[in-house]
């Protein structure tokens, strides 16, 4: 059973920083994706940006230059780093990782519970 958990988050001022981490995604034999999606109370779920398995990222407009996705493949770890932060980008983060549990699996999604981004002085 796949359980993501993601951690990091809290209370910034606008400008700061948080780097949000997920973890939990040793089951899964064969990751094709890894992002990190918010949703804003209110808002719909909105993708903020994504990391496949050859390297490629993609980042939603209002991140691009302030947030860093990256993955460590040794603690089966994806971060999210968030600088320049905005109150705007108060949310629920959550960490969602796509893939195969084994070779001959059917491609799913898993989400983590998410984690709270509050940004305000």
């Known amino acids: 059973q796949v359980q ?23 089951s899964i034999a064969i990751i094709m994706i890894m992002s990190w999606y918010r949703q804003a109370p209110g808002k719909q779920r909105e993708l903020v940006a994504a990391l496949t398995s050859g390297g490629s990222t993609n980042y939603a407009d209002f991140v691009k230059g302030r947030f860093t996705i990256s993955r460590d493949n040794t603690k089966n770890t994806v971060y999210l780093q968030m600088n320049s932060l905005k109150p705007e980008d108060t949310a629920v983060y959550y960490c969602n990782v796509g893939g195969l549990l084994t070779s001959w699996a059917s491609f799913r999604e898993y989400w983590g519970q998410g984690t709270q981004v509050s940004v305000s002085s």
């Open 4 to 26: 993501l958990v993601e951690s990091g988050g809290g209370l910034v001022q606008p400008g700061g920083s948080l780097r949000l981490s997920c973890a939990g995604s040793e």
